[in-house]
Nanobody, 121 residues
Framework: QVQFVESGGGLAQPGGSLRLSCAAS????????MGWYRQAPGKQRDLVAS???????NYADSVKGRFTISVDNAKNTVYLQMNSLKPEDTAVYYC???????????????WGQGTQVTVSS
């Protein structure tokens, strides 16, 4: 079993900043990639950013230069620093990791419960 603790979501003004964090715990055997997806109402869930092996990052074009992903491997925690926020960043943000568990060594995606980010004046 895996548990996620997400925090940092909320309301921000356009141009403002928020920092999301997500800590994964439980019977985790290994983590290959951690990251964030987001889903706006009526839209599909899209990748925002991911980080692999603690150093290789990937960003959606819409957030490049504004968002920064980082990870604390010792704590199985991923962060998303979001600057210069825009109304179109409004969505539920879901953290995830690609990895394996002690009881299930097949690599799978495991998902957090999501946190709401609203950008509005």
């Amino acid at each position: 079993q895996v548990q996620f603790v997400e925090s940092g979501g909320g309301l921000a003004q356009p141009g403002g900043s928020l920092r999301l964090s997500c800590a994964a715990s439980g019977s985790i055997f290994s983590i290959h990639t951690m990251g964030w997806y987001r889903q706006a109402p009526g839209k599909q869930r899209d990748l925002v950013a991911s980080i692999t092996s603690g150093t290789n990052t990937n960003y959606a074009d819409s957030v490049k230069g504004r968002f920064t992903i980082s990870v604390d491997n010792a704590k199985n925690t991923v962060y998303l620093q979001m600057n210069s926020l825009k109304p179109e960043d409004t969505a539920v943000y879901y953290c995830y990791f690609l990895g394996s568990l002690v009881a299930d060594t097949a690599w799978k995606n495991y998902w957090g419960q999501g946190t709401q980010v609203t950008v509005s004046s």
